[in-house]
């Protein structure tokens, strides 16, 4: 008699395992919980983002665009000594994101460091008590912080915008369980298991009995499949759910779904069980974007409606700034590639477009910010507020009339 081993919740782990050309790292919400630890009084954390497709490097080389960087940065640090660890980090850094971290094939680069001992004599050497980087599957927009805690603004953005993904891939005996994430895909190593039937005679009297055990055996294979569904997905959070395998096990496999799981199926598609990981994220890809430009539409067509109705949504980039310092943001939503200067309050970090040298709100002297946008996006962040890049070229016309920015507001 076949068995099913259904592991408890706590043993279910991701695994990223196969040859990805691509080249990419897995950020997940543990990467952000071990990224958010990295707190000093004392010692300052290295937090560096670099826009790495192609085109971009064309247009402006990695490295002039990083010396941009550090020279900003290191005009923003008033203590000498501070000033001058950083400047060795910044030299140390370089070089290594050109010897080993630049890799090209990825279309981001974000990488943190700690500096544990500095050697500011002679030839400078740093040894990092902590070094920690990722190869992005989306390019980050270009950010050096030296601060007490790592910049993870860039990183929230792209998995507040990338939804998980359950991936079921199947056939008729077996099933195996992936997880498709900021364009990877991982494997959940959990028991595998046979559900093969028992022998009866396929011919004569047996015949009838045979087809009739197989279809059995079929029907509690996919419920077996569901139950698996329902307790990974639940568990790890998928937003959709796509289902692949062979011959007619995609579609019998939906149809066996609650309506909650049928709800977020986004496709089916055909490949085998023995299938690579680079096959299984390829295959799952276009359903997914598909899936979020959808979703990105339904999200503007919400907030255009509330504008109709003058009711719980702001548009326009002042409107939305006021909304952000009163904490009323919900859901930011602005066209990618959207940018604008402005000014920030040091006191109260309130963000405006206007040539005010006082803050409306605090007091507090207000300085210049090359881009309020993305000022607005870490705060957005900070207030547990969601934030969706429009990035469909359709779904970007929807967002011109209303000045390319706007919110839905939580009350």
Same mark, same amino acid.
């Given at each position: 008699m076949s068995t099913v081993t259904i592991l408890p919740e706590d043993e279910l782990q991701l695994s990223l395992l196969g040859d990805d050309e691509r080249g990419y790292d897995f950020v997940t919400g543990e990467t952000i919980k071990q990224l958010q630890g990295l707190s000093f009084p004392e010692a300052r954390i290295f937090s &560096?983002?670099?826009?790495?497709?192609?085109?971009?490097? *064309?247009? /402006?080389?990695? #490295?002039?665009?990083?010396?941009? &960087?550090?020279? %900003?940065?290191? /005009?923003?640090? =008033?203590? !000498?000594? #501070?000033? !001058?660890? $950083?400047?060795?980090? /910044? =030299? %140390?850094? !370089? =070089?290594?994101?050109? *010897?080993?971290?630049?890799?090209?094939? +990825?279309?981001?680069? /974000? &990488? $943190? +460091?700690?500096?544990?001992?500095?050697?500011? *004599?002679? *030839?400078?050497k740093v040894k990092y008590s902590t070094f920690i980087h990722y190869h992005l599957p989306e390019p980050p927009q270009d950010t050096l912080l030296w601060d007490k805690t790592a910049e993870l603004t860039p990183l929230l953005l792209q998995m507040d915008e990338h939804e998980p993904t359950g991936v079921v891939l199947a056939d008729g005996q077996h099933g195996r369980f992936f997880l498709y994430y900021l364009g990877e895909a991982a494997e959940y190593t959990i028991s595998e298991w046979d559900d093969v039937a028992q022998r009866t005679r396929a011919v004569g009297l047996g015949a009838h009995n045979h087809e009739q055990w197989l279809a059995e055996q079929r029907k509690r294979h996919l419920r077996h499949l569901v139950s698996f569904i329902e307790k990974i997905g639940e568990q790890a959070g998928w937003r959709w759910l796509a289902i692949g395998g062979v011959d007619q096990i995609p579609e019998e496999l939906s149809q066996e779904l609650p309506q909650t799981w049928q709800d977020k199926l986004i496709g089916t598609f055909t490949l085998p069980l023995e299938t690579n990981y680079n096959q299984v994220r390829d295959a799952v890809a276009p359903l997914v974007q598909a899936a979020e430009a959808q979703a990105e539409k339904e999200t503007l067509e919400t907030w255009i409606g509330y504008l109709g109705q003058k009711s719980k949504a702001v548009s326009g980039l002042e409107e939305t700034l006021q909304s952000l310092q009163q904490g009323r943001i919900q859901t930011l939503l602005t066209a990618a590639g959207y940018t604008h200067d402005g000014r920030e309050c040091q006191q109260c970090h309130a963000l405006t477009t206007t040539e005010e040298e006082i803050c409306p709100y605090c007091g507090g002297a207000m300085i210049h910010v090359t881009d309020i946008v993305n000022t607005a996006v870490t705060q957005v962040f900070g207030q547990n507020g969601r934030v969706e890049i429009v990035r469909d070229p359709d779904n970007l016309l929807f967002m011109r009339p209303y000045g390319n920015i706007g919110a839905i507001l939580r009350f």
């Open positions: &560096l983002y670099l826009d790495m497709t192609p085109e971009r490097l *064309k247009d /402006a080389p990695w #490295s002039t665009r990083y010396d941009h &960087l550090v020279e %900003n940065m290191r /005009a923003q640090i =008033e203590d !000498k000594d #501070s000033r !001058k660890m $950083f400047d060795v980090v /910044a =030299e %140390n850094i !370089k =070089e290594l994101v050109r *010897k080993e971290y630049g890799r090209p094939q +990825a279309r981001g680069l /974000a &990488l $943190f +460091a700690v500096p544990e001992r500095i050697s500011l *004599k002679g *030839k400078h």
